[in-house]
């Protein structure tokens, strides 16, 4: 069940608010401040503590094979930005809601939902290089300093508005919290009108230029944008629920629809029927002395399909809900390899592990070697009272790819369940190989603190348990879990080092978050 509901609702729209007057603000004049009030460091701060706050209240969606999946997307448009250098953190939130947003340090969020109505990969990588350009261009760097300059609330401090708004109780808490979200619409709506155009042309145009540098469908940003514009239309009416929260902070017309699909198709010309000249002389999008090359498409990363009815399965308000959704599919067409996959993993969570072996066998000899398939069919076989069987299948995969995180992270977890000294070693010498590139990665501690505890290892499991909370949104839970720790008789040299360095480095965010109105809540209870 997910927690606390309607603050998570009201967390999505304080950033809806902030993140669209972030896509509006008009380009600066030559000289222009941006990135003078708040540096790049500051800005991966602050969207570091975000996104940890987004954790905290249970709005992210952590899975190692869709992380991986979004990464891996998101990674390869960002190399072929205009700006290859800029750092990006890719993440996804459960929300079915259409939407995605970029806010301070690239960090970029994507909803469930939207992948869930996207036909092809072509269509996310469409929206992604649409924020990612939000970024590049630092249209959000821009409206957050302007904000700053205005005296208006910037992105940790409108959510410190709304936690403290939810922990106060009762039916004030709702009240409060409304307050705030209308007050943040009525911020988002006014920067909409005023600024909104040029930005989002911009971001299309850029958009679809990183699109083709990376070999996907140019096409994709019209034919996406179009096919939410036409659902919204006919929500209007009444035949399809609610608009795509993506058109509420994205507002897209026709003739952005038209001017990116003109782009797409002359971007697909051969090179030597058009010059960049060409392009520039009838389309306002194109920037003069721009000079690009077909559009292809290379299929992407070819996860899509398995990711998309995973997120199904995981976004899903319970297991049995998932399967009522499959069931409800079938009744209008046999369920495609993908769907099985995702009937298979929901009965898997839903725990019944023989019945989702079966299932998963049967795609396995389809789809032999395919990674997706076989961990669900390890983590099947290990629910349906088979270990050496799941065991075997683990160890195959890490012999052949020891640092991939997905595949550890999954067999640490099947390990822990065995709550035994020994399983508890052995998840823990397969989790260190990626200790030194797991340092932001909270799903990754949890697991590890885990593995420590069952192994006898109290230090290592404290610290990670500590550094899984940091990562969650709970830095002043993580201090007081640290200094516990460091009164530990027990701690040799290096243990008490690394303690005091964490302490030294975790102390700063939690002053800012107190700065910035955000405490928290259970440690002010006790």
């Known amino acids: ?271 030597a029927r058009f010059t960049s000249s060409d392009l520039a002389s009838d389309n306002p999008l194109l920037p003069g002395g721009l000079k690009i090359g077909p559009a292809t498409s290379s299929g992407g990363t070819g996860q899509f399909d398995f990711a998309r009815e995973r997120l199904r399965v995981l976004s899903a308000s319970s297991p049995s809900d998932a399967i009522r959704e499959y069931e409800r599919m079938a009744k209008g067409k046999p369920l495609n390899d993908a769907q099985r996959y995702g009937m298979a993993v929901a009965k898997l969570r839903a725990n019944q592990g023989t019945v989702a072996a079966s299932t998963l066998a049967e795609l396995l000899d389809k789809h032999p070697g395919d990674l997706w398939l076989t961990l669900a069919l390890a983590e099947a076989e290990a629910r349906a009272g088979k270990p050496e069987s799941a065991d075997a299948r683990f160890e195959a995969i890490l012999k052949s790819m020891p640092k991939n995180r997905p595949a550890a992270l999954t067999y640490a977890r099947v390990l822990a369940e065995r709550n035994t000294p020994a399983a508890g070693k052995r998840a823990q010498a397969i989790l260190r190989p990626l200790l030194g590139q797991s340092s932001e990665d909270p799903e990754f501690q949890q697991v590890f603190a885990r593995a420590s505890e069952i192994a006898g290892d109290p230090v290592r499991a404290g610290e990670a348990y500590a550094e899984a909370a940091f990562l969650n949104g709970r830095a002043e839970q993580a201090l007081v879990q640290l200094n516990t720790l460091k009164r530990r008789s027990d701690l040799d040299y290096y243990a008490r080092a690394r303690i005091d360095a964490r302490i030294a480095a975790i102390t700063p965010t939690v002053l800012e978050l107190k700065r910035q109105g955000i405490r928290d809540e259970d440690l002010r209870r006790n």
């Open 1 to 271: 069940m997910r927690r606390l509901t309607l603050l998570s609702a009201a967390v999505v729209f304080a950033l809806a608010s902030v993140c669209a007057s972030a896509q509006e603000s008009r380009l600066p004049d030559i000289g222009s401040s941006a990135g003078e009030l708040l540096t790049p460091r500051k800005q991966q701060e602050y969207g570091s503590m975000m996104l940890a706050q987004l954790r905290h209240y249970d709005y992210t969606l952590d899975d190692p094979l869709i992380a991986s999946w979004l990464d891996t997307l998101g990674t390869r448009l960002a190399a072929n930005s205009d700006k290859p250098q800029q750092a990006f953190t890719f993440f996804m939130l459960r929300e079915r809601q259409i939407n995605a947003f970029a806010t301070l340090g690239g960090y970029v969020g994507v909803n469930s939902g939207l992948v869930l109505a996207a036909e092809r990969e072509d269509e996310v990588a469409a929206v992604l290089s649409h924020e990612i350009a939000h970024v590049t261009q630092q249209h959000v760097l821009r409206s957050v300093e302007r904000a700053q300059r205005d005296s208006i609330p910037i992105l940790l401090a409108m959510l410190g508005a709304v936690v403290a708004a939810g922990a106060a109780g009762g039916n004030s808490s709702d009240d409060a919290i409304q307050a705030a979200v209308v007050g943040a619409q009525g911020l988002m709506y006014q920067r909409q009108i005023d600024y909104t155009r040029s930005n989002e042309s911009e971001a299309d145009r850029i958009g679809i230029q990183t699109l083709s540098r990376s070999h996907y469908d140019t096409g994709a940003m019209a034919g996406f944008f179009g096919t939410l514009n036409s659902r919204s239309r006919a929500n209007r009416a009444g035949y399809y629920g609610e608009t795509p929260s993506y058109l509420m902070t994205h507002p897209v017309t026709t003739t952005r629809i038209s001017e990116a699909k003109d782009l797409a198709e002359k971007m697909a010309r051969a090179p």
